[in-house]
């Protein structure tokens, strides 16, 4: 199969999953490419986002980009202005990446900043 394909099928799978799981909490839905990280705290029941933060906003845009530290950066910043919207636990979606690496920084930051997941 192709590899969109396959990234959509473990997608929708891990979203089943959630979805049973989640007992109405909102969904912290990330994103990464090679240069960027994007976050996000969707509440699926009124579909709507409540927060959202990037590597591409004007404050992190000078010093960081897709390692680690800016993986990290956006956990604690996603984690303050979810917590700033009155959210403070969440279903982590981890998409179609495996928990490891920059995806896994980006968690230990937002728990860090006082998510629980």
Do not use: W
């Amino acid at each position: 199969m192709h590899k969109l394909a396959l990234q959509a099928r473990r997608r929708s799978r891990l979203r089943y999953q959630l979805r049973q799981k989640s007992g109405g909490r909102p969904r912290l839905s990330i994103y990464r490419s090679g240069r960027h990280i994007y976050a996000q705290i969707i509440d699926d029941k009124a579909g709507r986002t409540l927060a959202h933060a990037s590597t591409l906003e004007k404050d992190l845009r000078a010093n960081t980009g897709a390692d680690l530290e800016a993986a990290t950066t956006i956990g604690k910043l996603i984690a303050e202005r979810a917590v700033a919207a009155g959210v403070t636990a969440v279903v982590f979606d981890r998409g179609p990446y495996l928990y490891h690496g920059r995806v896994k920084a980006l968690a230990d930051g937002a728990r860090e900043g006082g998510l629980s997941f």
